[in-house]
């Protein structure tokens, strides 16, 4: 990269533009083609810039989970009462503190609406919940928890709803068509039958304005050739977070560095950067989802300890939960004891999630033994364990708050997984936006032109993170940045 | 402010300078002392400008701890060994991760020539060490631990030597003339000396850029009036941190939200702003410095445990770190428990320090009673308690590493300060800079003619601190940025 890198262009130097639309969006990943079919609808003739060979982003390649609430068809066909302001109050908490309470909002008061944009458009979920401990819905049902709602201590705080919808899969277990593939397809076939025109192996680089500080257009590279694109109402960008750029890692969310997942390598920030460079102001850059590589069935089962031996997480919780608990309190340091008994029936489970199972490193007849083949202080881990066991005798966790159904005491033999560096995940900062996706100015202002969705901006997580919140952001805010280019 | 705050005006708009200079200096604190003498001793005519009535800053209120080392004449006259890569070592384990290893390492380096230059300067250290657990010394000693190099677990990371130099102080007990006081006066008498020229009560909003984007001034309020001040080699930033911006605290460290401290009202992040507003990088905006208030005298001989009643830092190190274990990883919840012998020690200790003492909210003859009357699950502080002693007896604390000497079982009757929500703190992140304190701009080149320093840039802190790395970096850089813009 040059260092001319993300330095504005000015209109009045371009001699000849190479493509022309209303409105131009860069990035064909889940933002993207849903700024697309908004702005097309909205009668915008429309250009999507993609970095690849097609369309997809990191959306197509996740497990295609979308945060959706507020008494969605979905949930009230299968039992689930939920409101628009239990969703808040769910979201303000676990995704807080600082969190942009007016995207939370409106995300959950268009909640509704935006599931049927996402059926409408011939996203399939099938009428089907899955209750079990997962990351992932291992079949092809449409509805799970997805963010700890059902656990302590947001079961106490809202109603818990499950809010993860996924898109039904045709064969989950061969790896063809998941879920994010089962979301991105539909959507990028109607953005064609609307006429939005791709431009694939183009890398947007600059943007370009005109005299009154508005941009109107985008530089990018295709095929090592500089190609300017002029953007008649207004440019989107969408192309993802900053997951793979390691020196804006280490600037703003160091504890990641070494350790991206679920982002792909296009994910370099470029958006963040071109808009700074022209005053865009930032939000939550230290943010970030953290997954966590160790079988939620087991996790349920057993109790989690950090590097003193101490409990720190109810251990039914979403997994994603803790992975954040893990590395950003405890040092990245935990280990899962379980007794062989739970062990077997955590791997036995008929609805089994096979994921990230893999056997103990150590085994013991008693705790105390346990405790000392894994190194930890005399005494700590059998502390532990007896207060657990104490309370567990009557089916009670008041030290965390696991839910009675996966209390029982901790017998013998016990083992210990080792799970000390088992996290990863990706950023969640980016560029400050408003509701309408507009980016904004230090100055507070909306840059002129200039629009934003998806994980180059900063959407309704500040430090907090549950499963679907980034598609849903990315799909909500991003049909708010395709109206508003288009109405310009 | 208005909405044009922060936008950059061109040098062809301005049809009369109000003030001109060499070097101009926004902000008359630390950084803003040091890099105008630099200036002004590299041959530049200096302006500074100030907003309020007087040169201080935060510094002027703060303790006054620079943090010094790699074997300083104070150091070396005192006993202790240091080396820059000793000091290196304990910096990049303690301030990490992330830190910015370029500054960390050009600030050991030089650190015993940046001691020298701050007595050369006028800056007394009185010869003597103060080795009691404190924030800050009570009485004038030069030379104190201030960042829990001597504690676990850096102790073990790199040989512990007492890094924190405080000027010595006429009359800390009144609040006359406290440390920081003491550092600025001699430095600001200097700045005088050397014919540097301060304009207080203005307030900078914008940077004035020429044609081909270089910073050639800064435009100002005073009384109401714009005022444009002309910089004929530089404008130097220096106005703090964004501690007092509620909506840059929430955006970026939204664990301060409600609990700034140790910086000043004038600390609104306006520096950062103006810069961004030119497309500047930043770096680490979610670091905090955090303050414990409790008295690290009773700490140091009693027993931190969180909300589940589990101890979570070795009680005898900086209390800055216990102020970031408690709020950033344990929720803002700590108890301090201490049997009514070790409380009545702490208290009655000749040298004593008697920040942030108050008596316990619950006493009781036993572990088990006290922790029933806290409100904590049966058997959880018991079974810290128990751990605790068992190896404590052994005069050793291998669950935390709280140094031999502070060891020793917790007897009764036994007694429980309540220290939930006994934090502040003011952030550290800001401006991207060079070792050279040039401001970078997101393509990775500096902006010409822009100069930073202070804690409105990101120093050598990422997300860890010691105290006297704030007034020490500030200074450090300041220089640099003083030099740097003289230069041109």
């Known amino acids: ?161 499950p809010r993860g919808h996924v898109p039904q899969m045709s064969n989950k277990r061969t790896g063809e068509q998941g879920g994010g593939y089962m979301l991105m397809k539909p959507l990028a076939e109607v953005a064609e039958s609307l006429g939005v025109t791709p431009v694939f192996d183009i890398r947007v680089q600059r943007l370009i304005v005109d005299d009154a500080d508005r941009v109107v257009g985008i530089a990018a590279k295709k095929f090592g050739d500089e190609v300017f694109v002029r953007a008649r109402r207004g440019v989107v960008l969408t192309t993802g977070s900053f997951a793979y750029n390691d020196a804006m890692v280490a600037s703003f969310a160091p504890q990641l560095i070494g350790r991206p997942a679920a982002a792909i390598e296009e994910h370099d920030g470029c958006s963040i950067r071109m808009a700074q460079a022209l005053g865009a102001d930032l939000a939550h850059m230290g943010a970030t989802e953290v997954a966590f590589f160790a079988d939620p069935q087991l996790m349920a089962r057993g109790i989690l300890v950090n590097g003193r031996g101490q409990r720190y997480v109810p251990e039914d919780t979403y997994p994603g939960r803790v992975g954040q608990l893990t590395l950003l309190r405890n040092d990245n340091q935990a280990y899962l004891v379980i007794d062989e008994a739970s062990y077997e029936e955590g791997c036995a489970t008929t609805s089994s999630t096979p994921y990230f199972r893999f056997p103990p490193k150590w085994a013991a007849e008693t705790v105390a033994e346990l405790e000392s083949d894994m190194g930890l202080p005399e005494g700590t881990l059998q502390a532990t364990v007896e207060v657990y066991n104490r309370h567990a005798a009557a089916g009670a966790d008041p030290v965390l708050g696991k839910k009675p159904e996966w209390v029982r005491p901790i017998g013998t033999p016990v083992a210990a997984l080792d799970l000390r560096n088992c996290t990863a995940g990706f950023t969640l900062g980016g560029l400050h936006t408003t509701v309408n996706s507009e980016v904004l100015h230090v100055s507070g202002e909306p840059i002129p032109g200039l629009y934003a969705a998806g994980r180059c901006t900063s959407g309704v997580c500040a430090g907090g993170y549950a499963s679907g919140t980034s598609l849903g952001d990315s799909s909500f805010f991003g049909r708010r940045a395709g109206i508003a280019a288009a109405a310009n």
Chains 1, 2 share one sequence.
């Not at 860069?26 to 009668?43: C, K, Q, T």
């Not at 995207?103 to 011939?122: F, M």
């Open 1 to 161: 990269m040059t260092t001319a890198a993300f330095r504005p262009l000015r209109a009045a130097e371009i001699t000849a533009w190479d493509h022309e639309a209303d409105v131009v969006v860069a990035g064909y990943g889940i933002a993207g083609v849903s700024a697309a079919i908004e702005a097309a609808r909205a009668g915008a003739d429309v250009l999507i810039l993609e970095r690849t060979g097609g369309w997809g982003g990191a959306a197509a390649l996740s497990g295609g989970i979308v945060y959706l609430g507020g008494g969605t068809p979905l949930q009230r066909e299968l039992g689930f009462e939920d409101t628009p302001e239990n969703m808040k109050t769910f979201m303000l908490a676990a995704l807080g503190p600082g969190a942009d309470e007016a995207k939370i909002s409106d995300y959950c008061d268009g909640s509704v609406e935006h599931y049927r944009w996402l059926t409408d458009n011939g996203v399939v979920f099938k009428s089907a919940f899955w209750g079990e401990p997962g990351w992932e819905i291992p079949g092809d049902e449409g509805l799970m928890y997805s963010g700890g709602e059902n656990s302590a201590p947001f079961n106490e705080i809202a109603t818990p709803a």
